[in-house]
Every structure is written in C-alpha cells, then in structure tokens.
C-alpha cells in the first residue's frame, strides 16, 4: 500500500455509535431484559447487585432480584422507565430540603444510588438513578420496582 494511505483495518478500530442514541418507546414493551443492577445505599456502602432478566414479561431463573415478577411487569408495561429523561432547563425539580410537615421530619430521598445497565427490548440502556431533588425521587420512584428497592422516601 503506499504509504499515507490507511491500512485497511484502521475502520474497524473506530467505535461504533451508542446504540442507547435512540430512546426507548413509551408505552408497553415487549419485556424482554437482561439487566445488571447495582443498588449503593451511600456513597461509601457496599453496593447490592442484582441480575433481571426477563422473558415476554415474567423473570427467567436466573433471575437474582427481590421481586423479580413486580420489576419485569414494570419494564413490560413501561420500558421507558429505564430511560429518564434528563432534567431540562424548563423542568423545575423540587429541592427535598429537612423540614418539619404536621410534626413529621422531611427529609431528602436519601443517599442511595442505582445503575442498571444491559439490554431492554433490544435497546442498550444505562441509567443511573438517585435521591437528591424531587426529579430524581420520581425517576427512582418510577422504577423502584426494577430497582428491588423501596428507596429512601417512603
């Protein structure tokens, strides 16, 4: 080849585009997904690890989730779930600030944090979820049950 030219296994090194670029569907999806969970009840904790993975909406065996059956019936019906959409500038997200309400303690959603990562519905998806603002609290909320968790704020 002559030189300057590029050898011809130089494309294959070039990463490929995210595949996660294209939302997942609103609505009811095909509840397929094999999900890795990783729930960090504070930053310095040990992290809890699940494995999901679903099959036309019901837990396949392998399954390694407290309610595997709640969380593979919340990815069917709502896959987008996995797929919060990031606060905007025209989204206000309530600071879950201490404070006393009719004698009981408010507090924010809690230290805890959530990554899922893997496949739902052939989508790849990565999502990190947590409990400092009112935004986070409902995205966490929304999936607490593929998260296997009640979260911080009951």
Do not use: R
């Not at 065996?61 to 606060?87: G, T």
């Amino acid at each position: 080849a002559p030189s300057g030219s590029p050898s011809p296994d130089t494309e294959t090194t070039s990463p490929a585009p995210a595949p996660s670029a294209e939302p997942l569907p609103s609505g009811p999806g095909q509840g397929n997904a094999e999900l890795a969970i990783m729930i960090k009840p504070a930053e310095t904790a040990t992290a809890t690890n699940f494995t999901l993975v679903c099959q036309n909406g019901a837990p396949a065996a392998e399954s390694q989730h407290p309610n595997p059956a709640a969380a593979c019936i919340a990815i069917k019906n709502n896959p987008s779930i996995l797929n919060p959409v990031p606060a905007g500038k025209n989204q206000v997200c309530t600071q879950q600030a201490p404070a006393i309400q009719g004698g009981q303690q408010m507090i924010y959603g809690g230290p805890q944090t959530a990554t899922v990562t893997g496949v739902v519905d052939g989508h790849q998806v990565q999502v990190s979820f947590s409990q400092k603002d009112g935004c986070e609290i409902a995205a966490w909320n929304a999936a607490k049950d593929v998260l296997g968790s009640s979260g911080g704020a009951s």
